[in-house]
């Protein structure tokens, strides 16, 4: 390569270097593909070279972020590495250690669940410190399976003694009756996405057994009418899919020892134009309110494939641009 820079990051030892490069090198390879960078493990620790000055860098702080985390005992995954390049590239390289480091202490088929972005890692904290918090922000962002990890966390700690995840099922009154089977037949597409997560948490036979005997309760929404919710961890999913009388129905269920979490994109509202949306609404109404907390998440929190926040990024641009069009529109007319 010619008119290349080259910068070097000491490591400590060859084991270091292993636990660096991942398995067969996989870790490297990304590094080294994502920052277009070429790295030599040399005597004295990494080498890194590349034509891009910026990009070195922040592959030498993405290196950096990682030998925090090995020489803290963390064991990477492929996701701590793209989280780290990620946050070098953003500027958040310094918070990174402190945020991926801290686990929550369940575990999923890969690993260790934590979160893996400043705005995970203050939406956790939230949920630590306070019994009702809002989780808002685009698909992607991690909002439902943090706080079913916290819930599961709590449950497995004695914090509570039951579970209760619940979402709307905003066609019920139009396709369901179209549906075969009984009604846990009919409202079975709706609430699958919980499902899955927390098959992810734990073993089939352990959550089925939970659920048959009621310590994990998955349901719609309208099944939590007239009922006061105690010493339980409830996670209030899609939530902009909720009318307001749905969404203060929600809030007044919450009884003694209780946590809620609601999460949901008010982007990706499916309600009838007419209605508003009770997610939107509580934001309003609820802002001011002492022991409630809302977590905004924006599109640098998206930790699904890396084309999720272009998409993101491109509608935001898009929306914006149509709305300043539309603005000139108006005022043209006027």
Same mark, same amino acid.
């Given at each position: 390569?010619?008119?290349?820079?080259?910068?070097?990051?000491?490591?400590?030892?060859?084991? +270091?270097?292993?636990?660096?490069? $991942?398995?067969?090198?996989?870790?490297?390879?990304?590094?080294?593909?994502?920052?277009?960078?070429?790295?030599?493990?040399?005597?004295?620790?990494?080498?890194?070279?590349?034509?891009?000055?910026?990009?070195?860098?922040?592959?030498?702080?993405?290196?950096?972020?990682?030998?925090?985390?090995?020489? $803290?005992?963390?064991?990477?995954?492929?996701?701590?590495?793209?989280?780290a390049i990620r946050a070098s590239r953003q500027g958040l390289d310094t918070d990174f250690?402190?945020?991926?480091?801290?686990?929550?202490?369940?575990?999923?088929?890969?690993?260790?669940?934590?979160?893996?972005?400043?705005?995970?890692?203050?939406?956790?904290?939230?949920?630590?410190?306070?019994?009702?918090?809002?989780?808002?922000?685009?698909?992607?962002?991690?909002?439902?399976?943090?706080?079913?990890?916290?819930?599961?966390?709590?449950?497995?700690?004695?914090?509570?003694?039951?579970?209760?995840?619940?979402?709307?099922?905003?066609?019920?009154?139009?396709?369901?009756?179209?549906?075969?089977?009984?009604?846990?037949?009919?409202?079975?597409?709706?609430?699958?996405?919980?499902?899955?997560?927390?098959?992810?948490?734990?073993?089939?036979?352990?959550?089925?057994?939970?659920? +048959?005997?009621?310590?994990?309760?998955?349901?719609?929404?309208?099944?939590?009418?007239?009922?006061?919710?105690?010493?339980?961890?409830?996670?209030f999913d899609e939530a902009q899919n909720s009318t307001i009388e749905q969404m203060k129905m929600f809030l007044t269920r919450l009884g003694l020892s209780?946590?809620?979490?609601?999460?949901?994109?008010?982007?990706?509202?499916?309600?009838?134009?007419?209605?508003?949306?009770?997610?939107?609404?509580?934001?309003?109404?609820?802002?001011?309110?002492?022991?409630?907390?809302?977590?905004?998440?924006?599109?640098?929190?998206?930790?699904?494939?890396?084309?999720?926040?272009?998409?993101?990024?491109?509608?935001?641009?898009?929306?914006?641009?149509?709305?300043?069009? +539309?603005?000139?529109?108006?005022?043209?007319?006027?």
């Amino acid at each position: 390569m010619s008119n290349q820079e080259i910068l070097k990051v000491p490591i400590q030892s060859n084991i +270091e270097a292993q636990l660096l490069f $991942g398995n067969a090198d996989d870790f490297l390879r990304i590094i080294e593909d994502k920052l277009s960078v070429e790295v030599l493990l040399k005597s004295e620790g990494l080498e890194i070279k590349g034509r891009n000055f910026d990009e070195i860098h922040q592959a030498g702080r993405t290196f950096e972020s990682l030998l925090h985390l090995i020489r $803290g005992g963390q064991r990477l995954e492929e996701d701590d590495i793209r989280s780290a390049i990620r946050a070098s590239r953003q500027g958040l390289d310094t918070d990174f250690p402190k945020v991926i480091g801290e686990s929550i202490p369940v575990f999923s088929k890969r690993g260790a669940v934590r979160p893996r972005t400043p705005g995970q890692c203050k939406y956790t904290e939230a949920i630590k410190n306070h019994d009702l918090v809002f989780g808002i922000g685009p698909a992607g962002t991690g909002k439902t399976y943090l706080a079913m990890a916290m819930a599961v966390s709590a449950f497995k700690s004695g914090e509570v003694s039951r579970i209760i995840l619940t979402r709307p099922a905003v066609e019920a009154g139009e396709k369901l009756g179209f549906l075969p089977g009984d009604i846990a037949d009919k409202i079975d597409p709706y609430l699958r996405p919980i499902f899955d997560a927390l098959y992810d948490m734990m073993s089939n036979e352990t959550l089925d057994r939970y659920v +048959e005997q009621n310590v994990i309760e998955v349901a719609p929404i309208a099944f939590m009418r007239g009922r006061t919710l105690n010493d339980s961890f409830i996670v209030f999913d899609e939530a902009q899919n909720s009318t307001i009388e749905q969404m203060k129905m929600f809030l007044t269920r919450l009884g003694l020892s209780s946590k809620a979490v609601v999460t949901g994109d008010i982007t990706q509202t499916d309600l009838p134009s007419s209605r508003v949306s009770g997610l939107v609404d509580a934001q309003n109404v609820l802002k001011d309110v002492e022991g409630i907390e809302f977590v905004y998440f924006s599109k640098e929190d998206v930790v699904r494939h890396e084309l999720v926040q272009r998409i993101i990024g491109a509608y935001d641009s898009h929306d914006t641009t149509d709305l300043h069009q +539309e603005r000139i529109a108006r005022t043209r007319c006027e």
